[in-house]
């Protein structure tokens, strides 16, 4: 089967550092996405893991390791910005299908001054 | 040109009406989603085409009809809804649907709120 788990919320502050953890168990795995979305907007792409190792991009960094099925997003210098629902898709791999990609329940992030 | 258009924004239809939800992506992108989003969940895959063709059905009833008129635009016709179908349709593009190893990362649409009364 397929599942993936999120923490459903977190809270954190202004400038401190903060990581959501993802673990997920798929059928196939082509690559783990984070996609960030703010309330009633779409979700926008923020990093890509398909190896193992930490993927940094400014103030935000992903981690994968596929033996564990485990990946965190990491984000530093928070900002009052920052605040939104965080999702963790993982694509699968359907032979002849393409990827699907299926998103974790996602982590409501909450960045108090 | 990096958008995934959406129209409407907005929409309420009783559950005898005919409508359809639009998306459209210049981006030169062969694979286009649609996924259902209700409030406070993730999004659920519905249907993926690839070159115009549907490739993945998620079991989605009927009452939603997707089109692939062509590369750039996606329609899906709905008629006969639920209260329950009532949720945000996303819309999402790629260049193609990823086979093999790659980054392709998937641009959403800002979506339609649909409500079915």
């Known amino acids: 089967g397929q599942n993936i788990d999120q923490p459903t919320e977190m809270t954190a502050t202004e400038g401190a550092i903060v990581q959501i953890n993802c673990t997920y168990q798929t059928s196939g795995f082509n690559g783990l996405f984070w996609y960030q979305q703010h309330a009633g907007e779409a979700p926008t792409f923020l990093s890509y893991?398909?190896?193992?190792g930490l993927e940094e991009k400014g103030r935000f960094s992903s981690f994968l390791s596929r033996s564990k099925g485990y990946s965190y997003l990491l984000l530093k210098e928070l900002q009052m910005k920052d605040s939104a629902s965080y999702l963790c898709?993982?694509?699968?791999?359907?032979?002849?299908?393409?990827?699907?990609?299926?998103f974790g329940q996602g982590t409501e992030l909450s960045v108090k001054p | 040109d990096t958008e995934v258009t959406q129209t409407p924004k907005h929409l309420v239809m009783g559950m005898t009406n005919k409508k359809s939800l639009k998306c459209e992506q210049h981006m030169g992108h062969r694979a286009m989603y649609w996924y259902k989003q209700k409030a406070k969940k993730p999004p659920e895959l519905m249907f993926v085409?690839?070159?115009?063709?549907?490739?993945i059905n998620e079991s989605v009833p009927s009452r939603f009809s997707p089109e692939c008129p062509n590369s750039s635009l996606l329609n899906l016709h709905l008629h006969a809804l639920q209260p329950e179908d009532s949720a945000l349709y996303l819309c999402?593009?790629?260049?193609?649907?990823?086979?093999?190893?790659?980054?392709?990362?998937?641009?959403f649409g800002s979506g339609t709120q649909l409500s079915v009364l």
């Open positions: 999402a593009s790629s260049p193609t649907t990823g086979t093999g190893t790659t980054n392709e990362k998937l641009f």
């Open positions: 898709a993982v694509r699968d791999m359907i032979y002849n299908q393409g990827g699907k990609l299926i």
């Open positions: 893991n398909v190896l193992d």
């Open positions: 085409y690839s070159y115009e063709k549907l490739s």
